[in-house]
């Protein structure tokens, strides 16, 4: 009897389940709103507790699954109708980078550091930062990125171009003032050439949030403001 209990339990939480996420929406799991991730994991942990729960009242698992589906439901309608409301509970776009200068209180607002900065700007296609023009971190986790108008994507096929050599992502060398001396090493370089470099450029190094070479051993700065 018991397990035939958890059987019809476990069932009726997996009908309300897929009852409810029909309703709510059918966005990806990256375009979920922190409302909707925070909504998403106290569905599941009540599905969870109405499918075990026996010695508990069936109906108050749904009835509770049903508060929480239908809250999620009508925030989804307010975000959709005010502008405001959506800005308060999904938040707002986080501009960081913009005309090769980095929004250094975006990051600490966003809350992500240049590593991960660079790792997004990899995954949208773009190895070397000078390519860009501006990048935002959406209010959904993803990172928005704008091309320079002279970077557009166009491939040495369209030019009938064939490449010489494989071209060589830019290596950091330079974090918020600090040198990266790893990184230097695997280039071949040194602290000497770094700051032969910084001094050729006009640039002191307590300025310098970001420093990068290219393939071509070129060094590439980008300050910071606060």
Known sequence: MLYLQTVVRSLISLVVLF??????????IANMSLFD???????????????????????????S?????VAVFLIDIIN???VRARRFLSGTPTLLFQNGTFLKKNFAKA????SEFQEMCRIAGYYDISDIASAQLESNGRMSVLAKSESQKVTLADLNITPQKQATPPVSVIYDGKILDRNLIQLGKNQSWLMNQLKAQKVALA???????DGEGNLSNYLAKN
């Open 65 to 69: 699954m049903s508060f929480y589906g």
């Open 37 to 63: 991730y925070i909504n998403g994991m106290t569905i599941g942990s009540i599905a969870g507790e109405l499918a075990t729960g026996i010695e508990r009242n069936i109906w108050v698992g749904v009835i």
């Open 19 to 28: 009852v409810f996420t029909k309703l709510i929406s059918k966005r990806q």
């Open 80 to 82: 959709r109708k005010s």
């Open 207 to 213: 300025d310098v949030f970001l420093g990068m070479v």
């Open 111 to 114: 809350q992500i550091s240049v």
